[in-house]
């Protein structure tokens, strides 16, 4: 084979996984866009970020900024924090999404991937739907929450450090926080006024 033809290839190649990533992009947005309901707007990280030390002391910001709004039913960013005695710090990865359809709610909230073991939700009455699991790798805890209500539905992971923490404190904290920051996803008007 010669040098220009193993070349070609390889521009080939390039060319389908840059394809391949982009059409998956666009699959993605889609997707979402026609999961949202036009009618059921949600919060945007600006409005949880503002709002959050109200509910879970400490120090946060948009460390992953959201991308161009699909539409006002949806939400997506990364949130960076430390709790206020600095003991703890980490990301929250969210996801909101506004819809109408209480079926479709549930689906969302039973569908997805959890990490860990599944945990019991003390307060499980008072959502539409919810799952919570947390696990331990290394020294981070990585906590999700799947919840609908209020033709809402949120998706947070909470990834939490804290360097001399005992196991059993550190899942502690990153549900408290996946928790905290869930309900604040699913309370919050559109606007961000508490």
Known sequence: MSVNRRHRHAWILALVGIGLLLSGGAFSAIRWKLLADED??????????ADLPNS?????????????????????????????DER?????????????????????????????GARPVDD???????????????????????????????HMVATVRGGSADRVELTRIASEIARTVADRGLSLPRNGQP
């Open 88 to 116: 703890f710090s980490g990301s929250v990865s969210v996801f909101i999404l506004g819809s109408s359809d209480p079926d479709r709610l549930r689906r969302e909230v039973s569908s997805g991937f959890c990490y860990g």
């Open 124 to 154: 499980a009455e008072k959502y539409l739907a919810v799952r919570h699991c947390v696990e331990l790798v290394g020294e981070v805890a990585l906590a999700g929450v799947f919840a609908a209500r209020d033709h809402r539905f949120v």
């Open 40 to 49: 059921t707007g949600v919060p945007n990280c600006a409005a949880l970020v």
């Open 56 to 84: 879970a002391t400490g120090a946060w910001g948009i460390r992953d900024p959201e991308p161009r709004r699909v539409t006002d039913s949806t939400t997506t960013c990364e949130l960076a924090f430390t709790t206020a």
